[in-house]
């Protein structure tokens, strides 16, 4: 069974710019949750999608959105980029979100 | 706030010995915790989890233990392989599976000495 793909791998952009980043969970999972990772602050939840209805947020700014596609698919945006969004984004999927969290490899996201 | 802290960021242990990772967490609605292992440039794999109602689950070489009244968790590898070098996370969530959102500790980092 493939695993939980994220693409791209890695993306630049510069401030002030908007970016989009795709999820592809594993086949039959239908919860998706995205993480973001820094050096300073560790793995922070950002939000949890299940049935292509957001569950659960974190405390992100709005600037931060997501959204689920019919086949569980998922993407997140971040718009109006700040130098502090710099980070590994990840992407991890569930049967129903009750159930283990499995990870994919990320995507490094870098502002300048 | 940090409500999972791992309070040692690395930790160096012979192979074939055993390997605890400590992890403490504040929140007491926490029921539900995991550890994660990562190696660089790759996303964290599940290793193994133990809910509230336990206080140790076994998986092989891995084994959890969990202390509520002291808000405590371990994980003990035995025994400590050179391919067990990578960073640890602990992560706990107020329900199985984590759907309200995982919280997770900075990590330590195992490495296992020849």
């Known amino acids: 069974k493939a695993g939980v793909t994220q693409t791209p791998r890695y993306l630049i952009k510069t401030r002030g710019q908007q970016v989009t980043l795709s999820c592809s969970p594993i086949?039959?999972?239908?919860?998706v949750s995205w993480y973001q990772q820094t050096p300073g602050q560790g793995l922070q939840f950002l939000f949890e999608?299940?049935?292509?209805?957001?569950?659960n947020k974190g405390n992100f700014p709005g600037r931060f959105s997501g959204r689920q596609f019919s086949n569980s698919r998922s993407e997140m945006n971040v718009s109006t980029l700040e130098l502090g969004d710099s980070a590994l984004y990840l992407c991890?999927?569930?049967?129903?979100?009750?159930?283990?969290?499995?990870f994919g490899p990320g995507t490094r996201l870098t502002v300048l | 706030d940090q409500q999972v802290k791992q309070n040692s960021p690395s930790l160096s242990v012979q192979e074939g010995r055993i390997s605890i990772l400590n992890c403490d967490y504040t929140?007491?609605?926490?029921?539900?915790f995991l550890w994660y292992k990562k190696y660089p440039a790759e996303g964290p794999t599940f290793l193994i989890s133990?809910?509230?109602?336990?206080d140790k689950n076994e998986d092989g070489r891995f084994t959890v233990f969990l202390n509520k009244s002291a808000k405590h968790l371990s994980l003990h590898i035995v025994p400590s392989q050179p391919g067990d070098s990578a960073v640890y996370f602990c992560?706990?969530?107020?329900?199985?599976?984590?759907?309200?959102?995982?919280?997770f500790g900075k990590g330590t980092h195992l490495i296992i000495q020849p």
């Open positions: 991890a999927s569930s049967l129903s979100g009750f159930d283990t969290q499995y």
């Open positions: 086949s039959g999972h239908r919860s």
């Open positions: 999608y299940f049935s292509e209805t957001q569950r």
């Open positions: 929140n007491s609605m926490f029921d539900y």
């Open positions: 133990i809910s509230s109602i336990k």
């Open positions: 992560a706990a969530s107020a329900v199985r599976g984590g759907a309200d959102g995982l919280t």
